[in-house]
């Protein structure tokens, strides 16, 4: 009698064998890179708030990750991480869709203007493409104007220097407006609100979008730096709250579907692109919810270390200590249970902002 | 009879140096004075007993209170209202602050990380309330007290070969926009004492030279430094504080209100 194809496979392949008999912790061959990235691979960071801890991680662990916006010396690290600075390779805020990213590119790059750039609240005004980079805004439209001239500087030098960008796609609901298809990381009255006569609404990326996206995206990193590669992961927290009138679980499930595919989709189609499994590591069955802090949306600092470690194994560079749990994010993770600071999407759920808006 | 503490580190003792004008002036008021130079001060703290003292543990200090003649300990609730002189609130880091950051509103500056007002205000705060959390902690403060930072140091510090030069004050002074950065940098410390509940009157604007700057004419060693200043200015320094504090005859609270 001739064997079945899944006869004789490799102990990765079987889920009792590879998942189910391990901790979530020790999972073995789970992640084969398609290209190295070494200790001196110039990486640019940029994503959801879950790409915060790959950042943070990348840079503990004395990878060459590019920040081409530090915070100043003399500036407390309090507050210079509550300003997004160290946080990713520029003081973008959470990039949470591809068009996101593809749209600061092309910002940068003299391609694109965005509608409605500058945002109001109270008085004070707020760059609405990274509210949350400044959240209590600047003093004026000139102000916020020329720090996105300065923004939009390092980031062109920092897409200069990359040999490798992570890109952990974060949702797939965004905030448009209708006449430009500009999008925006919040919708109006979280943060701020757009000038009058602006028509910003609700927007819902499907599969093929977001696959065009990074196509794009891809393209026009390769015009700068032809052998660029993309490494893509999905952030694995669920929807702070969802604006698709389906429930919160299931509109979760369809973001991360959607998300998920597309990243296999463009692994599949381009040797450039690679995806890290961040997302399994933490959802895994086997960890029966462990990885989640009690919120059930954030990353507990034992997940995130576990996610790194993989990473690193893999790649054959030296693993992060056990100190990610004294990472800045991750000590302000596990202690206040959100980490509302520093993501944009925290202040969809009205209960979680810190003060009326 | 007002019972008034004025408490703090050398700069406290300008209001010494002019306790025989305020008393001639304020008959009414008891006064006492309890400091300690800048670093023993910055070590001496209450303790359980309620007794602010310096370090028991530091000779150092013990030998500048000896030296200064203060009474070895100091029963803070024995009075009715309380000035705490010379805090610094952090002013070097403030300076530094202040080189390397500057809020786009008021224009770039050459050298100068641009940054929302905000930022620089988040940055100001932190120090402010690092300041007054290491004061709290080794003297809680209640409502009875009034701070007023340390003065500004005299215009004679940005002459440069003068040994009383100081390249950091002197290079915030000569700012552009020095004067709206020393708003900035005085509305945190006026919030940061009332997130603590705690009253501040700003250096009296009359012995500036300009911003951040004090008028020579208030030094009072200036063959020692440029820092220190005399009895003028603690004059008018204590008149501030009785300006912001609520010390009217009314207001003390040792007179029991009969029918």
Redesign the interface.
């Known amino acids: 009698m001739a064997g079945s194809p899944y006869d004789g496979l490799p102990d990765r392949a079987y889920w009792r064998k590879a998942v189910a008999a391990r901790g979530p912790g020790r999972l073995r061959d789970l992640y084969r890179p398609r290209f190295a990235i070494g200790p001196d691979t110039p990486i640019l960071t940029a994503g959801s708030c879950f790409a915060q801890h790959v950042h943070r991680a990348l840079k503990g662990a004395g990878l060459a990750v590019i920040e081409t916006e530090p915070a100043?010396?003399?500036?407390?690290p309090?507050?210079a991480a509550?300003?997004f600075y160290g946080t990713f390779s520029a003081r973008y805020g959470n990039l949470y869709t591809p068009r996101h990213l593809l749209q600061l590119l092309r910002e940068a790059a003299g391609d694109h203007r965005p509608a409605h750039p500058i945002w109001q609240r109270d008085g004070?005004f707020f760059d609405a493409l990274r509210p949350n980079t400044?959240?209590?805004?600047?003093?004026?439209a000139?102000?916020?104007a020329?720090?996105r001239a300065?923004h939009l500087a390092a980031v062109r030098a920092a897409v200069a220097q990359a040999r490798v960008v992570i890109f952990t796609l974060g949702l797939t609901e965004t905030w448009a407006d209708r006449a430009s298809g500009t999008v925006y990381p919040t919708a109006p009255g979280v943060l701020a609100v757009p000038p009058e006569g602006a028509d910003i609404g609700f927007l819902a990326l499907g599969h093929d979008a977001i696959t065009a996206d990074l196509r794009a995206l891809l393209a026009l990193l390769r015009t700068q730096t032809p052998d660029i590669k993309l490494l893509l992961t999905v952030a694995p927290g669920p929807l702070v709250a969802t604006a698709s009138d389906d429930h919160v679980l299931p509109a979760s499930t369809a973001c991360k579907a959607i998300l998920r595919a597309a990243a296999a989709t463009l692994v599949a189609e381009d040797p450039g692109v690679d995806y890290f499994p961040s997302y399994e590591i933490i959802t895994n069955p086997a960890a029966r919810g462990g990885f989640f802090q009690p919120n059930l949306r954030h990353p507990t600092p034992k997940g995130i270390s576990v996610v790194m470690k993989q990473f690193m194994a893999a790649h054959a560079l030296a693993a992060p200590t056990e100190a990610l749990a004294d990472l800045p994010g991750a000590a302000a993770t596990a202690d206040a249970g959100d980490d509302a600071a520093l993501c944009d999407e925290q202040l969809n759920d009205p209960s979680l902002r810190a003060g009326p808006r | 009879m007002t019972r008034l503490l004025i408490l703090g580190n050398s700069h406290a003792a300008a209001l010494r140096r002019a306790f025989p004008a305020i008393t001639a002036a304020h008959p009414d008021m008891d006064l006492c004075f309890w400091g300690l130079p800048g670093g023993a001060f910055a070590k001496a703290r209450t303790g359980p007993d309620g007794l602010l003292r310096p370090d028991p543990t530091d000779r150092i200090s013990l030998r500048k209170a000896a030296h200064w003649g203060i009474a070895p300990e100091i029963d803070l609730t024995a009075f009715d209202q309380i000035f705490l002189v010379g805090l610094r609130f952090n002013l070097q880091r403030v300076h530094s602050l202040l080189h390397a950051l500057q809020p786009l509103d008021l224009g770039r500056r050459p050298g100068a990380l641009g940054v929302s007002d905000s930022l620089l205000r988040a940055a100001l705060r932190a120090e402010v309330d690092s300041c007054l959390a290491a004061q709290m902690d080794r003297t809680p403060l209640g409502p009875r007290v009034t701070l007023m930072p340390a003065p500004y140091p005299a215009a004679a510090v940005t002459q440069t070969g003068s040994p009383l030069y100081e390249p950091l004050t002197a290079g915030t002074a000569a700012l552009p926009d020095a004067a709206a950065l020393m708003a900035l940098y005085e509305a945190e410390i006026t919030a940061g004492a009332a997130r603590h509940g705690l009253r501040l009157a700003l250096q009296p604007r009359a012995t500036l030279a300009t911003a951040f700057l004090s008028a020579d004419r208030y030094l009072d060693d200036p063959t020692r430094d440029g820092r220190h200043l005399n009895a003028d200015y603690g004059r008018l320094a204590f008149r501030a504080l009785l300006d912001a504090a609520p010390l009217s005859p009314s207001a003390a609270p040792a007179a029991p209100i009969t029918a």
């Open positions: 100043p010396a003399c500036l407390d309090a507050v509550r300003f004070r400044d959240p209590e805004g600047h003093a004026s000139t102000s916020v020329l720090a300065d």
